[in-house]
């Protein structure tokens, strides 16, 4: 059965910093691209990033490049979001992802979500 | 940037309607057009991949076509279940994009 988790959301003020973590089972991930997306209240998903199955390839949306960064410890099987620098423009449900060049990089598995809210 | 406009916004439909939905991107996309269904306070599911494909447990009254710049969306009997928004995606070329959705009410 695929699970991934994710975890640390939280109500932060802005100028901050957070870290989310998704925690991947049921499948190989050492194997696996993965990702991270966020759904903003009331608004359709944003694509935020994606990195290779080793980390060697990562990329980023304009709008999170040179704040957020993506990582993954594969002996862990999870997935990490650091996020810094945070505005009320951050507000929003994030997913963490698998993606495959076999289903045209669609997004095959999502975690359940975890909220960030960036507030005063 | 690749701009994905679908169209309806908003589509009213009954128990055993066909429906369409369109997605146009800004550029040529080949096929790396992608389908996902939300329901209310729930995470988006993949109903199809590269434009045609239908994913893995999705009813086959779903059926996706297209390339270039022009995809559909067909569900065929709409079930009471299929009522949501429904969001088209390019992978082509990052950033990926998604439409604006298409939100299907019962009428």
């Known amino acids: 059965q695929v699970q991934l988790v994710e975890s640390g959301g939280s109500l932060i003020k802005p100028g901050g910093s957070l870290r989310l973590s998704c925690a991947v089972s049921g499948f190989t991930f050492s194997g696996s691209y993965m990702g991270w997306l966020r759904q903003a209240p009331g608004k359709g998903p944003e694509w935020l990033s994606y990195l290779s199955n080793t980390g060697a390839i990562i990329y980023y949306a304009d709008s999170v490049r040179g704040r957020f960064t993506i990582s993954r410890d594969n002996a862990k099987n999870s997935l990490y979001l650091q996020m810094n620098s945070l505005g009320a423009e951050d507000t929003a449900i994030y997913y963490c992802?698998?993606?495959?060049?076999?289903?045209?990089?669609?997004?095959?598995?999502w975690g359940q979500g975890a909220l960030v809210t960036v507030s005063s | 940037d690749i701009q994905m406009t679908q169209s309806p916004s908003f589509q009213s439909a009954s128990v055993g309607d066909r429906i369409t939905i369109t997605c146009r991107a800004s550029e040529n996309i080949a096929d790396y057009l992608n389908w996902y269904q939300q329901k209310p306070g729930k995470v988006p599911t993949l109903l199809i991949f590269g434009a045609s494909s239908l994913h893995t447990g999705v009813p086959s009254r779903f059926r996706g076509s297209g390339s270039g710049t022009d995809f559909t969306l067909l569900i065929t009997g709409l079930q009471p279940e299929d009522f949501a928004t429904y969001y088209c995606?390019?992978?082509?070329?990052?950033?990926?994009?998604f439409g604006q959705g298409t939100r299907v009410e019962i009428k």
């Open positions: 995606h390019q992978t082509y070329n990052t950033p990926w994009t």
């Open positions: 992802v698998r993606t495959s060049q076999l289903r045209r990089w669609a997004f095959d598995y």
